[in-house]
């Protein structure tokens, strides 16, 4: 089942982007008579899937709580080109002026849901699960990670506290893989320990070191299906590295864990929506 809990950052967020768009006041919106009531459409210009409706909604209330806004569809569902996808209806300076930030909040978590999809869409029928990385937006971490969880998709570690990956340059401050792997163990025994290897040999070292996951960061498919072979089982294995939806579906059939893959958050294309008053 789909994790659809929500950030707890979410209000956070909305406010700075608010604050970044509006400062001390929108002056365009002193054109339009302050009593001026309307009616809006939000349209999807594009195939997409949908992901940000929470965003939108906290937008509107920071600026004007009267508003109401009626949604056709719900985050992870598919849209067509051109779909209605929501109706506000209020003040119209109130309107225009949360729509910017509204429309970036949901251009940008639906791009990151629809290419998720594309993902998961290949990986059906295989028992591989797909992460995605750190590699975000700077302050939509849990933005995004939350629309890979509404297409279909699994987060890795959140930052750099709540789960240890021991990468190349931890090993070499450390001398060696089993050094980083006991070091962790004994600072902090119950966080899940993974470990990023860079080829067979280091493979080796980190299965003896027993970790609970060993990342094999841009092996070749012939390597990778040796390392399914040569692991005992002990570690659950995770593919890293120049992931592509044309590899991602080879690469799941070697019977590796996990894949992760970068590109859902680093990636994305902004999906086009627009608002328009009607």
Known sequence: MTDSSLPTDLALIVNLALQEDIGDGD?????IADNLQAKAHILCR???ILCGIAWVEETYRNIDSRLQIQWNFKDGDSLKKDAQVAEIVGNARAILSGERTALN???TLSGT?????????????????LLDTRKT?????????YAVRVAGGSNHRKGLYDAYLVKENHIQSCGNISNAISTAR?????KVLEVEVQNLEQLSEAISAKPDIIMLDNFKLQDIRKAVTINPGNAKLEVSGNINQESLVNVAKTGVDYISVGALTKHCRAIDFSLLLV
């Open 27 to 31: 002056i365009t919106s002193l054109l």
């Open 105 to 107: 909040f949901l251009q």
């Open 113 to 129: 849901a629809t290419i998720t999809k594309q993902y998961t869409e290949r990986l059906k029928g295989t028992s591989v699960i």
């Open 137 to 145: 937006l700077p302050g939509m971490r849990n933005a995004q990670k």
């Open 186 to 190: 004994k600072i902090n025994p119950n």
């Open 46 to 48: 594009e195939e997409a």
